[in-house]
Nanobody, 127 residues
Framework: QVQLAESGGGLVQTGGSLRLSCTAS????????MGWFRQDPGKEREFVAA????????YYGDSVKGRFTISRDNAKFTVYLQMNSLKPEDTAVYYC????????????????????WGQGTQVTVSS
């Protein structure tokens, strides 16, 4: 059974950086798409970033463009989220998601596009 496990969350000061990782266990072929979402208590889950299988196409939510970078290492079945210039409003639980089969890139920002989710990792940015 394929599972996703996030790591790398923690507490950081405003302006600092963190790198999140998400590794798929039990997988033999890299997923078509990988994405990151985040959710703060009392708020809806928000799209952060997504990347296609080859890594040639990446997509970002408006609130993180220019500060976050998504990348993947298919040999390690791992996707990364490099987060720079962090702000208190970036505080949330960050979730990794994957989709096995091809799908339209226009839907990569939607939760329903993905068929497997990790448990999440907490990121807290102090002011």
């Amino acid at each position: 059974q394929v599972q996703l496990a996030e790591s790398g969350g923690g507490l950081v000061q405003t302006g600092g950086s963190l790198r999140l990782s998400c590794t798929a266990s039990g997988r033999t072929v890299s997923a078509y798409a990988m994405g990151w979402f985040r959710q703060d208590p009392g708020k809806e889950r928000e799209f952060v970033a997504a990347i296609n299988r080859s890594g040639s196409s990446t997509y970002y939510g408006d609130s993180v463009k220019g500060r976050f970078t998504i990348s993947r290492d298919n040999a390690k079945f791992t996707v990364y989220l490099q987060m720079n210039s962090l702000k208190p409003e970036d505080t949330a639980v960050y979730y990794c998601a994957s989709r096995e089969a091809w799908g339209p890139s226009s839907k990569m920002g939607l939760e329903t596009f993905y068929d497997l989710w990790g448990q999440g990792t907490q990121v807290t940015v102090s002011s």
